[in-house]
């Protein structure tokens, strides 16, 4: 006869109890030693000599001051850095690339923008790395090393004026100069946690710069205060003569749409502290992309076919696409000859970025520059009355050093729609830092219209400590309160809301659905059909976390999968909105929407 066996169960809660603390307490110390060698690794790369920023260290010294009683030069006692893409006496500038250093000759002079800060008691100490030929937004180059982000050292810098914003973050300079062509000062600021400024294109001469494509870049500085931001302006910047006028917040609303870092807060700070400054108007709310679909009308032709994307977000994604087909122009009739008498050894990212450009010739070149024309003037018409246009700076926080993450066309779409504002219309942007969200730095952009350089440092500068003292006091927007109420007009308040929506009513639909919510919030149709309103209005979030929340309260609803995998969709999301569609042909293998939504979405990413 075979025995049983018993296994004895403790009966005493106290008993349990113990059990409970032990399991917390080994939980507990797994996470103190994740946090421990996590703590080791930033140490031991914030180790590295100077973040690894520099290329060459040197000294520029200053002109000689002028005696008393004349004014102190404006710049004296700073020292700066700048990307190893200007020409400076005596030393070969590196353009990001060995064998570039290696074909070329020393420069003769300094690049204009130098001598100006020289004469203006600045001192030159060292030129800064950029990602390779300056083509890429990481800060990755495989010759030089990537410098490492002293905000966030697990994280990439961004670039590709990477060395640069580095060099400040680290507090190894003053300022920094740097270029940007699609972003190339502005996406590094924001990973970095410090200011930066893309001034209008052609406001500050490019002489001795190395060009990448000359109809969209410009010129930029980095610093980590506001007030050095100006001083630098007042500098390399013509005087405004424009008489004094109020100025307006205009806020993006689509563009923070596609941001997937948290941004209300950061907006409710802004509009509460510019409520009490003088010589500021109510803020105004708008659909950008909506606004260039309407005013720049040589887009249509490079809108992708697609009947999930909006039109709004049709028009930013032709717009970011357009930059780039004009940037692999530009660059290949820049170093074409080069590259190919040189036959230079690169790194896969600028290697693939190379080739795309010299086997591309867009069919109409004069589209190109036509639609760059047409933004300009949109933006002028939008911006003339003292309009500063805030968006977020980019779309993602910073990827981990070393992920191909960084490599991803979601990640890239992103930062290119929201880069795109700027490059394509020639206006200036200030990335301006507004502390930390998830342990990344996180910013927002003011742009203000071309030639309005000047205005826009002064806003920057006017703002920046009222925003942030308020960024303390701001709230997340209260989510709505369920309630029991009566059934039935719960769902008659629904069938207005169809009637609204099949009327076209986008607004009037959602408001029913919002009272149907507020009476029954159990319902999954409810949550489901105003996220389908949410969608045709272009509030891509809302419609989001509207069929988030249908999901939890009815697991198999298509329809929310569907609308969710569309806003995720438009929100450049791909990988995401691939697995709401899977999700749906799971429960509805011959869905027709899904199954196109997923061979769509597998085709944009590979």
Request: net charge positive; hydrophobic share 40%; aromatic share 8%.
């Amino acid at each position: 006869m075979t025995k049983s066996l018993k296994i004895s169960v403790p009966s005493n809660p106290k008993v349990w109890i113990l059990i409970g603390i032990g399991v917390a307490g080994i939980a507990v110390l797994a996470e103190v030693e994740r946090r421990r060698r996590r703590r080791k690794r930033d140490e031991k790369l914030l180790e590295i000599e100077d973040f690894g920023a520099f290329v060459e260290r040197f000294e520029l010294l200053p002109f000689p001051q002028p005696p008393p009683p004349a004014a102190p030069q404006s710049l004296s006692g700073l020292t700066f850095a700048v990307k190893d893409i200007f020409e400076i006496k005596g030393r070969v500038t590196g353009f990001g690339s060995p064998d570039w250093k290696r074909t070329h000759e020393e420069g003769s002079k300094n690049a204009v923008v130098i001598t100006s800060l020289l004469k203006e008691g600045a001192r030159c100490v060292g030129s800064t790395v950029l990602d390779e030929l300056s083509l890429g937004i990481t800060g990755v180059n495989v010759h030089y090393g990537t410098p490492v982000n002293p905000s966030t050292p697990q994280h990439i810098p961004g670039g590709s004026s990477s060395g640069s914003a580095v060099a400040v973050a680290g507090q190894l300079v003053d300022f920094a100069l740097g270029t940007d062509t699609i972003g190339c000062v502005r996406i590094p600021a924001s990973f970095c946690g410090v200011f930066g400024f893309r001034a209008s294109h052609g406001a500050v001469s490019m002489i001795g710069v190395l060009p990448n494509s000359q109809s969209l870049d410009a010129i930029g500085w980095f610093a980590r205060d506001p007030s050095v931001l100006r001083r630098l302006g007042n500098v390399l910047l013509k005087p405004n003569a424009e008489p004094k006028r109020p100025r307006c917040f205009i806020f993006a609303d689509d563009l923070f749409e596609f941001s997937k870092i948290p941004m209300h807060t950061a907006s409710y700070a802004m509009k509460k502290a510019t409520e009490n400054l003088s010589g500021y108007q109510s803020p105004k709310h708008m659909n950008l992309g909506q606004y260039i679909a309407s005013n720049v009308p040589s887009l249509k032709g490079f809108y992708e076919v697609s009947s999930h994307v909006q039109q709004g977000v049709g028009a930013l994604k032709a717009l970011s696409s357009v930059m780039v087909l004009l940037n692999r122009y530009e660059f290949g009739l820049n170093h074409e000859e080069w590259i190919a008498s040189v036959k230079p050894k690169l790194g896969p990212d600028a290697s693939g970025q190379v080739c795309t450009a010299m086997d591309s010739t867009p069919d109409d070149v004069k589209l190109l520059y036509k639609v760059k024309s047409e933004m300009r003037v949109a933006m002028q018409s939008l911006l003339k009355e003292g309009g500063v246009l805030v968006l977020p700076t980019v779309g993602d926080p910073p990827v981990k050093r070393n992920s191909r993450k960084n490599l991803s066309a979601e990640f890239h779409d992103r930062a290119l729609v929201l880069s795109s504002i700027s490059s394509m219309s020639g206006c200036c942007q200030a990335t301006v830092p507004l502390g930390e969200n998830d342990g990344c730095p996180t910013s927002v952009s003011f742009i203000a219209s071309h030639g309005a350089d000047l205005f826009l440092l002064d806003t920057v500068l006017d703002c920046y400590s009222p925003v942030r003292d308020h960024l303390s006091l701001a709230s997340k927007s209260m989510p709505l309160e369920d309630a029991n109420g009566d059934m039935d007009a719960s769902e008659l308040l629904k069938e207005k809301g169809n009637a609204a929506f099949k009327g076209r009513q986008w607004n009037k639909a959602v408001s029913y659905y919002t009272e149907a919510i507020k009476l029954n919030g159990n319902s999954a149709t409810f949550y489901s059909n105003r996220a389908a309103a949410y969608l045709e209005l272009g509030c891509f979030r809302q419609a989001e976390e509207d069929c988030t929340k249908a999901m939890l309260l009815d697991k198999k609803n298509v329809k929310a999968y569907l609308r969710r995998g569309t806003a995720r969709e438009s929100l450049l999301r791909y990988k995401e909105a691939v697995e709401d569609f899977k999700h749906a042909l799971v429960l509805e293998p011959h869905n027709k929407a899904a199954g196109l939504g997923e061979k769509r979405l597998r085709k944009l990413m590979s």
